[in-house]
T-cell receptor, first 116, second 115 residues
């Protein structure tokens, strides 16, 4: 069974400071990893994904994430936070070996609050 | 750029009634997914279609739930004899098969409230 843990319910950061939203995963074999963002009363917006190759993945709106296989982590980062980044962030995983399965397993989400 | 659309956006119903939701995927996307999201939780997978074939179903999809994608385009999700525990946001997503980890793009969701 695959699972995702987002250990922080909320992350607070001042505008202009770097931000990190943590994610660890458990999956059989190699993972496909995703980050999505959700604004109030909206669906999920795709930010970035890791499939293979370079451990540092760059995505939308200046976000990036670092894949660390030994620590089974995929933390989301941004060098300089904006107030408009305040939202709910979800990490998701799928096992690369399960070619017949497409279901993503999501974490419980981390609320990012950027203070002006 | 037309994304995934879902209708209705909100549905309030009484316990025991049947409800049906519609999802229109991004055009040319051959895969379509349904998820359910309750307050304070991440989305949970319900079912997945490749074209018109339903290829994967979660244990969450009880006998009261049925999903169809008759012509491989739009999809409907029906819940029969609704219960208060069915209250949630129902999210639809679509993706294009590119032979690797295709990206699922989500619609705005349908929020169901069962009274």
């Amino acid at each position: 069974a695959q699972s995702v843990a987002q250990p922080e319910d909320q992350v607070n950061v001042a505008e202009g400071n770097p931000l990190t939203v943590k994610c660890t995963y458990s999956v059989s074999g190699n993972p496909y990893l995703f980050w999505y963002v959700q604004y109030p009363n909206r669906g999920l917006q795709f930010l970035l994904k890791y499939i293979t190759g370079d451990n540092l993945v760059k995505g939308s709106y200046g976000f990036e994430a670092e894949f660390n296989k030994s620590q089974t982590s995929f933390h989301l980062k941004k060098p300089s936070a904006l107030v408009s980044d305040s939202a709910l962030y979800f990490c998701a995983v799928r096992a690369a070996m399960d070619t017949g399965r497409r279901a993503l397993t999501f974490g419980s989400g981390t609320r990012l609050q950027v203070q002006p | 750029d037309t994304g995934v659309s879902q209708n209705p956006r909100h549905k309030i119903t009484k316990r025991g009634q049947n409800v049906t939701f519609r999802c229109d995927p991004i055009s040319e996307h051959n895969r379509l997914y349904w998820y359910r999201q309750t307050l304070g939780q991440g989305p949970e997978f319900l079912t997945y279609f490749q074209n018109e074939a339903q290829l994967e179903k979660s244990r969450l999809l009880s006998d009261r739930f049925s999903a169809e994608r008759p012509k491989g385009s739009f999809s409907t999700l029906e819940i029969q004899r609704t219960e208060q525990g069915d209250s949630a946001m129902y999210l639809c997503a679509s993706s294009l098969d590119r032979g690797e980890a295709d990206t699922q793009y989500f619609g705005p969701g349908t929020r169901l409230t069962v009274l």
